[in-house]
């Protein structure tokens, strides 16, 4: 391997790990901001399920109140 190639292989890698890094950087302040900005409870003042909070980060809602939206969502449409 020459030593220009060994350089562009050493770019290469750098770009490579940066590029991972910053989207580490990015995943980590997106659970970040889903944890501080969605709370806990429905604005119908159910608290919502852990479960669903787990398999859902974002949900806003409890089951019985996204289920309403959904269908009024439909209607409209």
């Known amino acids: 391997m020459s ?3 060994l350089a562009f ?5 750098r770009a490579e790990e940066e590029r991972a ?4 950087r990015v995943q980590q302040a997106i659970r970040a901001a889903i944890e501080v900005t969605i709370s806990p409870f429905c604005d ?3 608290r919502i399920p852990d479960d669903r909070r787990q398999a859902m980060p974002h949900a806003k809602r409890c089951i019985d109140c996204e289920t309403f939206v959904e269908r009024q969502n439909r209607r409209s449409a």
């Not at 292989?9 to 890698?13: F, G, S, T, V, W």
């Not at 890094?21 to 580490?24: K, L, S």
């Open 21 to 24: 890094a910053g989207i580490r």
């Open 3 to 5: 030593v220009s190639n």
């Open 9 to 13: 292989e050493l770019a290469d890698r």
């Open 44 to 46: 119908c003042g159910v």
